[in-house]
C-alpha cells in the first residue's frame, strides 16, 4: 500500500460524457502527478501540482483539466469523452518537487467509453 | 523519442539473480535514475534510484555505467512474486520519462 487513494477504481462512462477523478496523497506529500497508461501509448505524464499550483504540463488534452484543493486532494477532469480515452488514470505524490521527486503510484482508475 | 530503451521481456529462473539492462544514452549531468515495477493490475511500485554511484537497497541493487550512459537494475534471487514489467525512468527536472518496460517472467 503505497498511501496514494484514488476513487472510483472502476469508470464506466459514454462517449461526449464527463467525469472526474479523486486522488488524495500520501500524509505530507504536497505533489501530486496524473498519468495515463494505455495499451498503445505506456503510462504517459499528464499534468503536475504543487501546493496548489500547476507546476509542470505533458501530454494532456485541451478536454482534460486537474486543480490540486488546499487538503491537498487533487482530481482530474475529464470531458468530451472519446472511445480512444479509456484507460488507466494513476495519481502519484511525492515530498519534493524536484529530481529525485521518488513518487508514490495510488492503484488507479480504469476508465472504459463506450 | 523515448529518452530510455529496454529489452521488451526478459525470463529467469527462480532463486536465480536477474540483470535488466536500461539505456539513457542522452542523460544530462542532473538527471536521476529511477527504476519502478508494475505488477498485473497495479500503479508502479518505486524499486530504486540513483545518480553516479551503484545503489543497493533491499529489493533490488542498481549498477550505473561510469558514463552514466547505461544502467543495470539486479534482483539477487528472483522469485515468482518479481514477475512484473520493469520500468527504467529518467527523473529529468520535476519529471519522470517513463521507457516502454520489460517484462520479467520467472520459472518456477
Known amino acids: 500500500d503505497s498511501g496514494v487513494t484514488q476513487t472510483p477504481k472502476h469508470l464506466i462512462t459514454a462517449t461526449g460524457q464527463r467525469v472526474t477523478l479523486r486522488c488524495s496523497p500520501r500524509s505530507g506529500d504536497l505533489s501530486v502527478y496524473w498519468y495515463q497508461q494505455s495499451l498503445d501509448q505506456g503510462l504517459q505524464f499528464l499534468i503536475q501540482?504543487?501546493?496548489?499550483?500547476?507546476?509542470a504540463k505533458g501530454n494532456i488534452l485541451e478536454r482534460f483539466s486537474a486543480q490540486q484543493f488546499p487538503d491537498l486532494h487533487s482530481e482530474l477532469n475529464l470531458s468530451s469523452l472519446e472511445l480512444g480515452d479509456s484507460a488507466l488514470y494513476f495519481c502519484a505524490s511525492s515530498v519534493k518537487v524536484w529530481a529525485p521527486n521518488t513518487q508514490y503510484f495510488g492503484p488507479g482508475t480504469r476508465l472504459t467509453v463506450l | 523519442d523515448a529518452k530510455t530503451t529496454q529489452p521488451n521481456s526478459m525470463e529467469s529462473n527462480e532463486e536465480e539473480p536477474v540483470h535488466l539492462p536500461c539505456n539513457h544514452s542522452t542523460i544530462s549531468g542532473t538527471d536521476y535514475i529511477h527504476w519502478y515495477r508494475q505488477l498485473p493490475s497495479q500503479g508502479p511500485e518505486y524499486v530504486i534510484h540513483g545518480l553516479t554511484s551503484n545503489v543497493n537497497n533491499r529489493m533490488a541493487s542498481l549498477a550505473i555505467a561510469e558514463d552514466r550512459k547505461s544502467s543495470t537494475l539486479i534482483l539477487h534471487r528472483a522469485t515468482l512474486r518479481d514477475a512484473a514489467v520493469y520500468y527504467c525512468?529518467?527523473?529529468?527536472?520535476?519529471?519522470?520519462?517513463f521507457g516502454t518496460g520489460t517484462s520479467l517472467t520467472v520459472i518456477p
Open positions: 525512468i529518467l527523473n529529468t527536472g520535476n519529471q519522470f520519462y
Open positions: 501540482y504543487y501546493n496548489g499550483e500547476e507546476r
